[in-house]
Nanobody, 127 residues
């Protein structure tokens, strides 16, 4: 089993920045791609960003492209989401996810492609 624990959420003013972290434990050798999703109140969970095993390939939702950066440190089994120029519409619970197996170089973008999920961390952006 793999456990994922997010941290770094909080309250920030519009235009500010936050960095989320997601640490993995357990059978981490089986983890390849990592991703971030978010769910705002009354909305479905949506894809935010993904990164492949090497960290060399990333993919972003159009709504966050140019503002958010996903990265990973495999030695620490941790993935990060640096969020800059935050907007009130970025307010949501943010979830990290991990995909087991498959290609080293894939960047999954849908829920079913991921096998493990964290419990979520709240990000609130005030106007």
């Amino acid at each position: 089993q793999v456990q994922l624990v997010e941290s770094g959420g909080g309250l920030v003013q519009a235009g500010g920045s936050l960095r989320l972290s997601c640490a993995a434990s357990g059978r981490t050798f089986s983890i390849y791609a990592r991703g971030w999703f978010r769910q705002a109140p009354g909305k479905e969970r949506e894809f935010v960003a993904a990164i492949d095993w090497s960290g060399g390939s990333t993919y972003y939702a159009d709504s966050v492209k140019g503002r958010f950066t996903i990265s990973r440190d495999n030695a620490k089994n941790t993935v990060y989401l640096q969020m800059n120029s935050l907007k009130p519409e970025d307010t949501a619970v943010y979830y990290c996810a991990a995909a087991r197996g498959g290609s080293y170089y894939r960047t999954p973008r849908t829920d079913p492609e991921y096998d493990c999920w964290g419990q979520g961390t709240q990000v609130t952006v005030s106007s």
